[in-house]
C-alpha cells in the first residue's frame, strides 16, 4: 500500500505513521519527494486492507494499493526519478554516465592501460571483472582477489570508481571493500540469497538482466535488493535470447523505455553483450542514448586479439574515443549531457 502524506507532514507524524504500519507486521519504507513523502508499506499482500485504517490519521491524505507486483521498484511509490550517487557520479540525473573497461581483469598491465585509456576517452567508471561467470567450466574464471587488487591500485591512479561483479552471497563482503558498484551478472538475475544479501549492503547495485527474463521479473529481482533497504539500484539491459542468430543477444531496447515507464530506477545499457561484436557497438550505444537511458556500460581492452574473455566485442581504446564523441552528440540531442 502507499500511504501519502499531507504536505507539511512532520518528522514525528512520519516517525507515527511508520511505527503504525511495523506494528500491523509491514515493513515502512520512506521516499521524500520535493512536494511530499509517501509511506510504501510492504510485506504480505493477504492482511493489507489493515493499512486503510491509516487514513483516519490527520496527517494522511490517502492510502491506495500499489497495483504492481514489484512495490518499491515502481513509479506508483515514487514518482521522481531515482538518482544513485557513486563519488562525484551521480546516475539516473541529466548526464549520461558511460563505465568502460575491460571484460575481465587479466593483469596489472592490461587494466592500467584500460583504465588511463577510457579515463581519456571521457569514461566516469572503471568496469573490470575479477570474478568471471564463465559458461564453460575450462575458461578462464578471473583474477578473483588478486583481481581485486589490481582494481584498487587502478582507481588509486585514475580516480575512477569501480564496477565489478560478485557471484556468491560469501563474497559479498569481500567485494564491496573493493566496489564501487556491486554488479550482479545476468546469469544471477534470480540468485534471491545474492540479491537479499547486497540488499543488506548500502553500496549502488548494477543489476543486469538475465538473458531469459522479462521486465516484469527482472524489476522483482529489483524489489529483493530495494526490499533489504538498499535504495541504491541501477538496472542495466544487456540483450535477451531470441531466435536471431547473427548477433550474440538482442539488445532489447524496448525496455529502456518500459522500463523507464514503470519504474523510476537509473537504467543503463551493455551494447557490449547485447550485440557480441565491435564493430555493432557504437551504433547501439548511440540507439540506447537515444532511447532515453542514463548511462552506458562498454568492454574496452588494449589489444581486444588477445584477451581472455569477450575479446570479440571489446573495442580498442581509439574505437572507444570516436564512440563517446558519436554519443556527445546524440546526448545532446535528447537534451543530456556527456
Ligand atoms: C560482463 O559484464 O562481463 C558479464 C559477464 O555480463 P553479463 O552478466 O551481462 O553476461
Ligand atoms: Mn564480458
Redesign the pocket.
Known sequence: MIIVLKSGATETEVADVCQRITAMGYSPHTIRGALRTVIGAVGDDRGKERLRSLESIACVESVTPILKPYKLASREVRQESTEVRVGDVTIGGRSIVVMAGP?SVESRLQLLDSAAAVKAGGARILRG?AF??RTSPYAFQGLEDEGLKLLAEAKRETGLPIVT?VMEPEKVDLVAEYADIL?I???NVQNFSLLRRVGEIGKPVLL?RGMATTIQEWLLSAEYVLARGNPNVILCE?GIRTFEAATRFTLDLNAVPVVKKLSHLPVVV?PS?GTGHWDLVEPMAMAGVAAGADGLIIEVHPKPEEAMS?GPQSLKPERFAALMERVRRIAQAVDRDL
Open positions: 571484460c571483472g568471471k561467470p561483479e554488479q551478472g545476468a546469469r543486469k544487456r551493455d553483450h569477450d
